[in-house]
């Protein structure tokens, strides 16, 4: 029998409740996925908190390795710096999902890149996380056996930065999660009954709330779709927020309805049933909302950042990210077509996907 590969997930970003944003989503349903094959032994490094409520993903205990009980800003210098010596040689594979790899791992590497924005856009992020993160993230790339980009667009943005590496990327789309697939759909009660547009993501500038909610209020202001409210799903603010100039207006008038610490049930309700979805993003990695929107069968219109164009792939009408008066068009025309909705997708990509094409661009077996 061939001796199964050793695959450590580096997962110390993800919370005890396996949920938060898409870099966690990735990372839970990748060690889920990569688990299931008979080929590859996963385990998991976490911080001490979530080792337990994790560890049923890989097997049990025994196979999550946990970092020490540091302070959140200075872990990544564990993570680059400490941690490849305390690996020794027990892993074949030790894969970072978020910005990081250990220097001087024995094992072979491979980084996952979601993204370029820390490189691209670094002023949307704190300035601790710029300082502690910018370097480390470039030597990361540079070092990685293999780089996993999670499209074709964050792959050109990656080499636009480091075009030495074209050699070692691979594509490998994501997928949306199956527990959100297979969630039992639960209403949320404050939009029963009303017609809603939905925004799925954080309220960080990148994500140009700003004019999905200016455009929606155009659209309010008008007597035919007075009456529609602006869903805004989201995580807890990390940084800086921007929501625009009619964000108060809309609140204080109940034509905004904004959720945090949505689960699984009601996020696929919310799908489900908004007469359009909205991802105005002025640049993603990936752009999980819309493949979201798209597996449930949900009306969707997305800016013209390439990440959102290609996960579309043709099924979304797209505008310009600051044409306010383009979204507040593109959004009526959906809420003028009543219960018409596109057919969900019928055959999804899955994690097992995934999965699979990350052991073929890791390792180059089947």
């Avoid at 996960?311 to 025309?333: L, P, Q």
Wanted: some cysteine.
């Amino acid at each position: 029998m061939t001796r199964r590969t050793t695959w450590l997930l580096m997962a110390s970003h993800v919370p005890a409740s396996g949920r938060l944003g898409g870099i966690v989503r990735y990372t839970v349903e990748l060690a889920r996925a990569l688990a299931e094959r008979d080929d590859v032994e996963v385990h998991l490094l976490t911080s001490p908190a979530a080792a337990d409520h994790l560890a049923p993903l890989v097997g049990g205990t025994g196979r999550v390795h946990t970092t020490p009980a540091w302070a959140d800003p200075v872990l990544p210098a564990f993570e680059r710096w400490l941690l490849g010596s305390r690996l020794g040689d027990r892993f074949d594979v030790v894969q970072g999902v978020k910005h990081l790899l250990p220097r001087g791992a024995r094992a072979r590497t491979v980084l996952t890149v979601h993204d370029m924005i820390l490189a691209d856009r670094p002023r949307d992020f704190p300035l601790a996380k710029r300082v502690l993160l910018q370097r480390p993230y470039a030597a990361s790339i540079r070092q990685a056996d293999a780089l996993v980009c999670v499209s074709q667009a964050t792959r050109a943005a990656l080499l636009v930065h480091h075009p030495q590496v074209v050699g070692r990327t691979a594509v490998v789309l994501s997928a949306t999660s199956p527990q959100l697939l297979g969630a039992v759909p639960e209403p949320v009660e404050a939009l029963v009954g009303r017609r809603f547009g939905l925004v799925v993501g954080d309220s960080s500038p990148r994500k140009n709330l700003a004019t999905a909610v200016s455009a929606w209020a155009r659209l309010v202001d008008g007597p035919e779709h007075a009456d529609a409210a602006l869903a805004l799903v989201g995580p807890p603010p990390w940084g800086e927020e921007a929501y625009g100039p009619d964000h108060a207006r809309l609140v204080a008038s109940g034509h905004l309805v904004q959720l945090q610490g949505v689960d699984d049930a009601a996020l696929k309700w919310c799908y489900e049933h908004a007469a359009v979805v909205l991802a105005p993003s002025l640049v993603e990695g990936y752009g999980l909302p819309a493949q979201e929107a798209l597996d449930l069968g949900a009306p969707l219109v997305t800016s013209l950042d390439p990440a959102l164009v290609e996960v579309s792939a043709g099924a979304a009408t797209h505008v310009d990210a600051r044409d306010v008066a383009g979204w507040a068009g593109a959004a009526a025309e959906r809420l003028a077509a009543g219960a018409a909705r596109p057919r969900p997708a019928q055959h999804p990509r899955t994690w097992h996907d995934v999965a699979d094409d990350t052991v073929r661009a890791v390792l180059g077996t089947p």
